[in-house]
Structure formats: C-alpha cells, structure tokens
C-alpha cells in the first residue's frame, strides 16, 4: 500500500470543521453580548443602582472624580452637600451617593467580553477568538478548489462583504 499523503485543503476543511464546533458557544455569546453592547448608552435592560462610599471629608469635585471613578462637576452646593450629575457627596461626613444604571450580574459579566485588556483573564480568551476567526477566514477559501463556480461565486459574497464594511465604517 502506498505512503498517501492527506491533501492541505483536506486537513484545512477538517480543521476548519471541529474549530467551528468547538466555538459555535463562544461565538453565540460573543454575538449575544455584541448586541447588548449596541445598547450601552442606553438604560435598555438595566436597573438603578445606589452606591454609597465612605470617603475622606472635605473633598473637592475634582477631588472626587479619581476616588469615585467618574467626573464630578459639581452643580450647587447646600450648606455641606455637594451635588454632582447622578450623586451628591457630603463634605462633613465623606458619604458620596451616586446613582447608576447596571445590568444585571451575568449581562455586565457578557459585556466584559468586549472591554478585555491585558490585565483581564478575558484577554486570553479574546487573542484565542480573534485567531480562530482569521483562521475561518483564511480555511474558508479551501473549502472548495478556485475552479469550481461556488468559489468564484464566494469571491463575489465576500468581496461584497468587505465593501459594505467600509462603507459603513466610513458613514
């Protein structure tokens, strides 16, 4: 029997064929999670949440933006409480009050899908799906030979795909 050698396109196919098994989940989150993020700006799914945090007194606002994390303007101020958009702080006492809008606990989580860095553990994740998904884009112009009239065909679908992209990029 002769030493057969599996063609490259076949291996890629076979690749390209438990890849997409194994991330069909990731991507169903991926894609989940993408939509919600549309929404960001939005109260769309979220519900007010109030925040208390005990603080060292006689803050200033600009003082205050680094210790709550978001800029304060402060707006008026009445005899020692300092009022901010969607909070007040106490200069007496140190007690800031801020009002946000949260997602509920496993959205917020899906949503952290989307803002990793490299200090996130999510990071891995995130580097691993983005190499998976070049992958399928380059493994899908072996799935059929350039002869075949479906190839030329996708040539077309994706190339249709790159302008509509860009033109939506640059609207």
Do not use: C
Request: aromatic share 14%; charged share 20%; proline share 4%.
């Amino acid at each position: 029997m002769a030493n057969r050698k599996t063609p490259f396109s076949l291996k890629m196919r076979v690749i390209h064929r438990y890849l997409g098994y194994f991330l069909a989940g990731i991507m169903a989150v991926y894609a989940l999670s993408g939509i919600l993020m549309i929404y960001r700006e939005t109260n769309f799914l979220k519900k007010e949440a109030v925040i208390e945090r005990k603080l060292e007194p006689n803050l200033t606002g600009g003082q205050l933006s680094p210790k709550l994390k978001m800029g304060v303007v402060i707006e008026k101020q009445e005899g020692d409480l300092l009022f901010f958009k969607n909070g007040t702080y106490n200069q007496k006492t140190g007690l800031a009050t801020v009002k946000k809008m949260k997602l509920p606990f496993v959205l917020e989580k899906m949503e952290r899908l989307h803002k990793a860095t490299t200090n996130s553990p999510l990071y891995f994740l995130n580097i691993f799906f983005g190499a998976s998904l070049l992958f399928f884009v380059l493994s899908a112009f072996w799935m059929y030979t350039p002869k075949m009239p479906v190839f030329k065909k996708g040539m077309y679908f994706a190339a249709a795909g790159i302008v509509l992209t860009l033109i939506l990029v640059f609207v």
